[in-house]
Each structure stands twice: as C-alpha cells, then as structure tokens.
C-alpha cells in the first residue's frame, strides 16, 4: 500500500469554524491522510468533567448551553446545518440525561460514558465539513476499535483486540478509498462500557491507531510549530527542535511537556513510527520529526515542566537497617494504584513524588484516605503539596562533567526541595516551589539555550 498516515487534531483546532476549516485544508491536501483523530473542541471536556463531577441545577444548564454555544457557532457556518443537527441534538440531550445521573451520584463509568461526547461532536461536524467538499470521509466510532481494560479515567488498550477490531472496521474503509474520521481519548471495555485513555489522551489514540494501521507516521497537528526546547508560553525565546529521538521526546512528555501526551511514544517506540508535531493554523512553518535515531544528540535537549506535584515524605525509625520497609511502602502503593514518580532515599526516610496531573480523566484525588490510613501504620507519613517538577532533558547527562555545576549554579537563588540526579542519563529532576517553577525554567532555559 502506499503511505499511510495518522493525522490528529487536538482540541483547539477544532475549537470553532475558521480552525477547522484549516484542519480539513491539510487533511484534504494530503492524500497520504488516510485516518484522521479528533480530540473536542477547546474547552468541551472540561465542560463535560464538570458535569460528570456533579454539579447544582443551574450550573448545569449553564453548562450544557456553553457546550451547545461552541459546537452550534461551528454547525452554523456549514453550508447544510441540518445534515448534522439532529444528531448533535441527540448528543446533548444524552450528555443531559447523564449531567442528572451525575448530580444524585457519580461514578467512574459514567464519568467516562459523559465526557466521550465532546470528541463525538467533533468527530461529527468535522465529517460534515469535508463531505460539504465532496470529499470522502466517513465518521468511525473508535470505540467499535479501540479496546481497553475497564479502568475508567485511566484505561490501558488491549492490543490485541484493537488490531482485530481496526482490521475489520477501519481496513476495508482505507482500501475502498475512503479516509477515516474518529475520535481520540475514548475506547471500550469487554462489559461494552465506554473508557478514556485519561487527558490529552487523543495523541496516544492516534499512535495506538497508526500502530494497527502499520502506518508511515503520525502527524500531530496542534496549535504550536512543533516541540520546543520548552513550553513556548513560558519562555517565549524557547527554539523549536526540528529533529529529535523518540527517547528525549517520551522524556519530555513524561515530565510535562503538554505538547504530546506521554503514552504517544509507546507505540511510536515498539513499532518505529515517525512522529511529526506542526501547528494546524500555520502548517508552513514547519515543525519537529521524532525519529528512532536523528543526530546529533546534544547534552541539554530540553526543560519539562509538571505542575501541582505531591512530595510523600515517609520516615521510621524502624527503617534503620531493616529490611523490607520500601517493599511494604510500594506495595501498599500499588495496591491502590499509586504510580510513583521521582525517589530519593536516606537511612530512615524516603521521599516519593507523585504526579497529580497524570490522574484519570475525572481529575479525582489520588491520596484517597484509606491510602494515608494504611501507610500511617508504618511509617510517618508527610504530604507536601504546591510543588513542581522541574526535569532537564538531555543525553549523557550522568558522564560529563561539570553538569551538577552548571544547574546548581542556576539553582542559587531558589528554594529546592529535592534533586534526583543519576538514574538516567537522560533526566535530572527538582522539586521547587509551584509560585517558583516559571522563574527556575526561565533561568535554566537562559543558563543552557540562550
Ligand atoms: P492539543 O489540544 O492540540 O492536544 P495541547 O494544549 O495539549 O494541544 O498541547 C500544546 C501545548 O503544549 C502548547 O500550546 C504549549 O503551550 C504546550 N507545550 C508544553 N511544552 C511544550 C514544548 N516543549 N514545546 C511545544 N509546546 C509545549
Ligand atoms: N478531549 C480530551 C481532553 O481534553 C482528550 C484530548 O484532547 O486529547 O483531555
Ligand atoms: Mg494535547
């Protein structure tokens, strides 16, 4: 077959007509496009996660009218409003029934059954808008491909049962000349109840889909010009990096870096598939390739940052010279599925970091008390919260001299609370201050790339 790609648009691309408008220029002017992933429309998800948090009578219609307003000024501006109408119509009557539901008590699966209508409206109005062209896009539900356990919020794929699904779905649409339109972020479990693949998870459904698919690459298309030495908002001198590994790009996206979702590499890695991240508004200004092995690699690549971190202090006495304690820690931890992020240890303490961003898509608590309760029985347990992750991305970083002196150096002026430096050559991270961490980026980012 000729080349195939994934093309993914996020959430402010198919924020309002005029962007999407532009998605479906560079949809139809590649015709190696063949399978095109959506995310909702900016601001919808967080819309719906409200509702399914459950929320009073007239935040709730507040609510449903804010979500009926973004996606009617799209449906509006199409040329047959009404070949799409209906079904939206439908959509959000389902989203109220279920905002109800939310409001007497909430739940895990229903969360996940709410918050998948924000992709099943855009999924909709975009295929409109290309069929408007004589184009030809048929709307998929991913859900009839994407399998997944039933962890709601946060589900894993089954792989498998994906490629089994994409092979009878997708398939024959792509050979018949057809080019896919679905959405990302959702799937289904074995019960036929419907997962997300937590937030921002679309890019991970377009590499999950490019895999099955045997794809060429993926094209990630979003509102900046590829992948930065650090979040452009932040630093506005941040230089875009036109080529990079799939190892420093899983890095980055790991330690915060927005712009991909950090389960994208996953299958990018296992199946060597090109990654290109452009800006949909400006696909003439090019953006970053991520391959398996582009040079050079040079020794900083890059600065990730990661918000609203938990530092779990856990210390005993009984620590000293026992053994066994950290194993009873981190099973208790995975016992309520704790993903334990940064370590450093001394003889009677260990401080673990964990990331509140990566929770599920409902954004729950992830220190539930019954966690606290269990650990408390061992150990001392402290919990910090107002943190950030600062993590410096680069290669080699554990074999070259000179390194601690040169962070420490720009570390002078900042209150660090923790450092782990050594594990890989590929990161070093710190703890600082959330009210701190723009300040600490903008210094590193001046020390090592300006
Ligand atoms: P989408 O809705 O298209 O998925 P996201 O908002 O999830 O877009 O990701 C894009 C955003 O990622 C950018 O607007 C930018 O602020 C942020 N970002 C964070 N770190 C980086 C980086 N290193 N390079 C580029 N963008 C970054
Ligand atoms: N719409 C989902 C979110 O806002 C998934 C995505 O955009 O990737 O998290
Ligand atoms: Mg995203």
Redesign the pocket.
């Known amino acids: 077959m000729s080349h195939l790609s994934v093309a993914k648009?996020?959430?402010?691309?198919v924020a309002n007509f005029d962007a999407m408008t532009a998605c479906a220029n560079i949809v139809t002017a590649d015709p190696n496009t063949r399978v095109v992933v959506l995310?909702a429309s900016?601001g919808v998800t967080n819309f719906l996660v409200e509702l399914a948090n459950g929320c009073e009578t007239a935040r709730r219609e507040e609510i449903l009218s804010a979500v009926r307003t973004i996606q009617y000024n799209i449906i509006d501006k199409l040329q047959h409003p009404e070949a799409v109408s209906n079904e939206i119509d439908a959509l959000l009557a389902h989203i109220t029934a279920l905002a109800e539901s939310a409001s007497l008590a909430t739940s895990a699966a229903l969360t996940d059954e709410l918050i998948c209508h924000g992709e099943m409206m855009s999924t909709k109005i975009f295929t409109q808008l290309l069929k408007e062209r004589d184009f030809p896009a048929v709307w998929v539900d991913v859900r009839d491909v994407v399998a997944t356990n039933n962890h709601y919020g946060k589900a894993a794929p089954n792989d498998e049962k994906t490629q089994a699904q994409s092979d009878a779905v997708i398939k024959p649409l792509i050979d018949d000349g057809k080019v896919v339109i679905t959405q990302g972020f959702i799937g289904r479990d074995d019960e036929g109840k419907t997962t997300t693949l937590g937030r921002?998870g679309?890019?991970y459904s377009a590499a999950l889909l490019a895999e099955v698919l045997n794809a060429n690459d993926v094209l990630?298309?979003?509102?900046?010009p590829?992948?930065?030495?650090?979040?452009?908002?932040?630093v506005p001198a941040?230089q875009r990096i036109d080529t990079m590994s799939f190892n420093e790009a899983a890095e980055?996206a790991t330690f915060?870096?927005?712009?991909?979702?950090p389960a994208t590499l996953l299958p990018a890695v296992r199946s060597n598939i090109p990654v290109y991240?452009g800006s949909s508004k400006a696909p003439e200004q090019g953006g970053t390739w991520v391959t398996r092995d582009p040079q050079p690699r040079p020794t900083f690549r890059?600065?990730?940052?990661r918000r609203n971190q938990i530092l779990l202090t856990l210390s005993s006495l009984s620590m000293l010279h026992a053994q066994g304690f950290l194993a009873n820690v981190f099973g208790i931890l995975a016992k309520h599925k704790i993903s334990v992020d940064v370590i450093t240890t001394s003889e009677v303490s260990v401080a673990i970091t964990l990331d509140k961003t990566g929770s599920a898509s409902s954004g729950a608590d992830m220190l539930s008390e019954a966690l606290l309760d269990e650990l408390r029985q061992y150990c001392n347990v402290k919990v910090e919260t107002d943190l950030a992750l600062v993590a410096i991305i680069g290669n080699n970083l554990d074999s070259q001299a000179g390194i601690a002196k040169q962070l420490f150096t720009t570390f002078a002026p900042y209150n660090v609370r923790l450092i782990s430096y050594g594990a890989s050559k590929n990161n070093v991270c710190t703890l600082v201050q959330n009210s701190e961490a723009d300040d600490v980026i903008r210094a590193l980012h001046l020390a090592l790339f300006e």
Do not use: E, Q
């Open positions: 648009f996020g959430g402010t691309s995310s900016a921002g679309s890019d990630i298309w979003t509102d900046v590829g992948i930065y030495t650090t979040d452009p908002r932040v941040a980055m915060g870096a927005k712009v991909l979702h991240v890059a600065l990730a940052l």
